[in-house]
């Protein structure tokens, strides 16, 4: 409905996993490098975690498209809870393979079949197992056993596991997955998003689809989009797309704030909202926000006087950052002969630096001398303190 409305060819913030929408966050670019190195090697585990919405899926799908299928042929999982005579059958399944009957034996036979056909036909095998932390015990060790098949001295099938947080616990601390362990070559968690980032992130998928500036977006919107989803590509997709609905139901040219809370409220009411902050990455807050819970007005006052050392302290940081550039953009020609002759300039900027680095220095010391008694004195719990 929205695309129509606001001129778009499509959908830009659809939840499916969709390769042409791919944004490469510093996050996403990591984990591309850790795929691309895990690959090169052509054998073992490749690892890859990150909670629920933080675009597992979609990064695949991007490395997939970039693939020449003439020299890898890859298979997709998405595993419930299996075990591992069932996750055989699956993977069986995913190359295409058709077994007759439910007989292990016969489909790891025809698995290992395929592996030698597809390898002497010059194409390496991909097999990747999307929602891991699904799987038992017995199915990773399955998994194990499928990466000893090889021609000569040259492994047939690579994997690459892809699973929320948990998975990356269990193949860390359990007993029974040491020797999975030992051939994990390349493993990486997707973090969220950073905060600087939603903003050409959401440009960047509406750009994907016409976008030519109709909707106009207000600044205030993207910081608030990032609180609320914590910095997640899905949780942005499900609030921007429900802002661009709203917009186009009452036939709005520009999203401000008043809708995104409408929207946030509606998300609220229908517990959608509610499931993203559980597992939210939090914002950055203020020092005061912290302890919310145990501050009294005297110590509020203390925050607040930390607060504008520190505000203090950026605005000398800034200073000396420009004090840098104009020595750095301050070409010999433009200087007088005798400063040439005797380095007075630089002498004289290189003096006003050192000062600056002093005061910062001594300031900052200052600072976390304070800021550690505040939190002794909060922690204690001592409800009779009175402001100095």
């Not at 929320?164 to 007993?175: D, I, S």
């Not at 009452?250 to 998300?267: A, F, N, P």
């Amino acid at each position: 409905m929205f695309d129509d409305f606001y001129g778009l060819r499509g959908r830009p913030f659809q939840l499916t996993p969709d390769p042409a929408f791919y944004f490469e966050s510093l996050t996403h670019r990591k984990a591309l490098s850790y795929l691309g190195y895990g690959l090169a090697q052509g054998e073992g585990f490749v690892v890859i975690t990150g909670e629920v919405g933080a675009g597992k899926s979609t990064l695949v799908a991007h490395l997939m498209s970039t693939i020449d299928p003439s020299r890898l042929t890859a298979a997709h999982v998405v595993t419930s809870k299996l075990d591992s005579e069932e996750l055989v059958h699956v993977v069986a399944q995913a190359f295409g393979l058709v077994i007759e009957g439910h007989d292990k034996a016969t489909a790891l036979g025809a698995i290992e079949g395929f592996l030698h056909e597809e390898a002497r036909s010059g194409r390496r095998c991909l097999l990747i197992v999307d929602e891991s932390q699904n799987l038992s015990i017995g199915a990773l060790e399955e998994l194990r056993m499928l990466s000893n098949f090889q021609l000569g001295s040259h492994p047939l099938l690579q994997t690459l596991l892809l699973g929320q947080p948990e998975f990356r616990e269990t193949l860390h601390e359990h007993p029974q997955l040491e020797q999975l362990r030992q051939r994990v070559i390349a493993a990486h968690h997707l973090d969220a998003m950073e905060s600087s980032e939603l903003q050409p992130y959401i440009e960047h998928r509406m750009k994907c689809v016409g976008w030519e500036g109709n909707p106009a977006f207000d600044q205030r919107v993207f910081a608030e989009i990032y609180t609320a989803s914590g910095g997640l590509p899905r949780r942005i997709n499900q609030i921007v797309n429900r802002l661009l609905l709203l917009g186009a139901v009452d036939k709005r040219t520009r999203i401000d704030g008043v809708m995104l809370s409408q929207v946030l409220s509606e998300l609220t009411e229908d517990g959608t909202l509610s499931l993203m902050r559980q597992a939210a990455k939090p914002a950055s807050q203020p020092l005061e926000s912290t302890f919310a819970s145990k501050l009294e007005p005297a110590d509020i006052a203390a925050f607040a006087q930390i607060e504008a050392a520190l505000a203090e302290r950026d605005a000398q940081i800034a200073e000396l950052q420009h004090a840098v550039l104009e020595l750095a953009n301050s070409s010999e020609a433009q200087l007088a002969p005798q400063d040439q002759a005797d380095g007075g300039f630089f002498v004289g900027v290189h003096e006003r630096i050192s000062a600056l680095e002093s005061q910062m220095i001594e300031q900052d010391r200052t600072i976390r001398h304070t800021l550690t008694m505040l939190i002794e004195w909060i922690e204690a719990g001592d409800t009779q303190r009175v402001a100095a």
